[in-house]
């Protein structure tokens, strides 16, 4: 079993930036997952946001690259999503999500709202 508890959310202007956090904890090594964070936008569907895996190789939405970064640090069991140039598009709840052994896990979700 994994749990996930995602941080960071927020309001900030067109132009700003955030950084979520999603901590998590478990009976299995953080190292072994995949970690991925995902949004979904009021009436569309979850979609893919970035990935991150084992070995730190990383992929990307087309709408987010160049503006955002995905990242882990094993020892301190958290994925990190910086988050820059932000816009109105972005606004979404933002979810955490970890794969191991077939099988995915999901935080609570974070608000990330974009407004002047």
């Known amino acids: 079993q994994v749990q996930l508890v995602e941080s960071g959310g927020g309001l900030v202007q067109p132009g700003g930036s955030l950084r979520l956090s999603c901590a998590a904890s478990?009976?299995?090594?953080?190292?072994?997952?995949?970690m991925g964070w995902y949004r979904q936008a009021p009436g569309k569907q979850r979609e893919l946001v970035a990935k991150i895996s084992r070995t730190g190789s990383t992929n990307y939405a087309d709408s987010v690259k160049g503006r955002f970064t995905v990242s882990r640090d094993n020892a301190k069991n958290t994925a990190f999503l910086q988050m820059d140039s932000l816009n109105a598009e972005d606004t979404a709840v933002y979810y955490c999500n970890a794969f191991i052994a077939g099988i995915d896990y999901w935080g609570q979700g974070t608000q990330v709202t974009i407004s002047s």
């Open positions: 478990g009976s299995i090594s953080f190292s072994y997952y995949v």
